[in-house]
């Protein structure tokens, strides 16, 4: 009986040892690699620290070294993210300090000391605002990132308008949409933008009570539209328009700084060439005669009309497509060679400085009067499929192009006013 008593509870370990084994995907060794990756900070970053392998690879991109750090602080404040100008400080100022542990530190106290090694600081003022969120120190003024419902609605407070709203600020404060802050040496603002995150529009971009902003306060915004290049897009908001409008070498700056801050129809209002190099155009381009010159750059199409009208010079360069037709009006009009014109091309009497080789156009080709005597060497010289016409065509044509201009800039003007919402 007692050998008997011995096998049953041999045999009630056994069972329960192959329950266990089942559990454990039976008696197969545990793979050791199992959830790891090859880099050893992604590892710490997902299975010890526990973000997802996309934002452990922003922190490591932000800096390879103090990737974990940059980690562990966004893990106890995921809005982090969206300070990366302030990590950027921190970072420099561990730089500049090499015997610093940033492991001692939580984030704030690393910004608040960065900020005073850096001299990011404002003086203090009875009208001085809470937000001291510091992204970019111009010297007398710098930008301020508003985070917070409170934020917002200090600052709304503060400038008299509506980004303190529900609206406004809940979208900011849940990183829908970027808000910054324009504030003097005593933290008083100036200027107010808010970006869409998705695509970088700035809609909003007011002065105090929804004024134009002065000139001197975009100036600034050339600086920050410079540092977050990748966040701030086309400017919407009809008074960042009307405040440059006065000062197109500013314009030009700001196009340098962020070639995204101007949508195609503002570069054209401000006389600026909104064209590069390769860039595949996929609309009619009406050019007014605010610019003195107008030359399209190399190996560009244009899937519809190209009409230009100016007082200078109009230079389209060899091999340029141009799916629609073209009209030209300028005071001299350079043609390079194997260009390409879908409908028809239209020069008004100007210079043409010389006769274009392989050029095709396949509608009618109208050439100014003074050209008639030399038709022979511009038939050898040009394929063109419909009428070779020596003169204006009819109203239709060149001589219609201002009047098709004033009604693009009322079409355009029309637009940002609907735009313009407070």
Request: glycine letters at 8%.
């Given at each position: 009986m007692e050998n008997l008593g011995d096998d049953k509870a041999k045999l009630k370990a056994?069972?329960?040892?192959?329950?266990?084994?089942?559990?454990?995907g039976g008696n197969k060794p545990k793979d050791k690699n199992k959830g790891m990756f090859k880099d050893k900070r992604l590892n710490i970053i997902v299975n010890?620290?526990?973000?997802?392998?996309?934002?452990?690879?922003?922190?490591?991109?932000?800096?390879?070294?103090?990737?974990v750090w940059i980690a562990n602080q966004i893990k106890a404040n995921f809005d982090l993210k969206r300070r990366?100008?302030?990590?950027?400080?921190?970072?420099?100022?561990?730089?500049?300090?090499q015997e610093l542990n940033l492991n001692d530190y939580t984030f704030d106290e690393a910004l608040q000391l960065a900020r005073v090694a850096h001299g990011m600081n404002f003086k203090e003022n009875n009208n001085s605002l809470k937000n001291k969120n510091i992204v970019l120190?111009?010297?007398?003024?710098?930008?301020v990132q508003l985070l917070t419902q409170e934020d917002c609605k200090e600052e709304g407070s503060a400038m008299g308008h509506c980004i303190g709203g529900n609206g406004h600020a809940s979208s900011i404060s849940r990183g829908n949409s970027f808000a910054f802050s324009l504030r003097d040496e005593f933290n008083r603002p100036h200027l107010t933008l808010e970006a869409n995150k998705s695509n970088g529009t700035v809609f909003e971009f007011k002065g105090r009570n929804n004024a134009v902003p002065k000139l001197q306060y975009i100036e600034c915004?050339?600086?920050l539209s410079q540092k977050f290049a990748d966040l701030l897009g086309q400017v919407t908001d009809c008074t960042f328009s009307?405040?440059?409008?006065?000062?197109?070498?500013?314009?030009?700056?700001?196009?340098?700084?962020?070639?995204?801050?101007?949508?195609?129809?503002?570069k054209l209002e401000l006389g600026l060439n909104m064209f590069e190099k390769g860039e595949l155009f996929m609309q009619s381009i009406n050019v007014g005669n605010k610019l003195k010159t107008f030359e399209l750059p190399e190996e560009i199409k244009v899937y519809g009309n190209l009409?230009?009208?100016?007082?200078?010079?109009?230079?389209?360069?060899?091999?340029?497509?141009?799916?629609?037709?073209?009209?030209?009006?300028?005071?001299?009009?350079?043609?390079?060679?194997?260009?390409k014109v879908g409908g028809n091309l239209e020069i008004a009497d100007c210079v043409l400085s010389k006769i274009p080789k392989g050029l095709m156009v396949c509608g009618d080709l109208i050439l100014p009067k003074s050209l008639e005597k030399k038709e022979k060497e511009i038939r050898e010289s040009i394929i063109f499929g419909g009428r070779l016409i020596f003169g204006e065509k009819d109203n239709s044509g060149t001589k219609g192009l201002q009047n098709q201009y004033n009604n693009y800039e009322e079409e355009y003007e029309e637009e940002y006013d609907d735009d313009y919402d407070d």
């Open positions: 056994d069972l329960l040892k192959s329950i266990a084994n089942k559990k454990n010890k620290i526990g973000l997802s392998e996309q934002d452990a690879n922003w922190c490591i991109s932000i800096h390879k070294k103090y990737c990366e100008g302030d990590i950027n400080l921190i970072l420099d100022w561990k730089k500049e300090e120190d111009l010297g007398t003024y710098k930008w915004y050339v600086e009307q405040g440059l409008r006065k000062d197109v070498l500013l314009a030009k700056r700001m196009n340098l700084a962020n070639k995204r801050t101007f949508d195609e129809r503002m009409i230009v009208s100016i007082g200078g010079k109009i230079i389209i360069p060899n091999d340029i497509v141009i799916g629609g037709s073209v009209a030209l009006r300028g005071k001299s009009v350079t043609i390079g060679n194997d260009v």
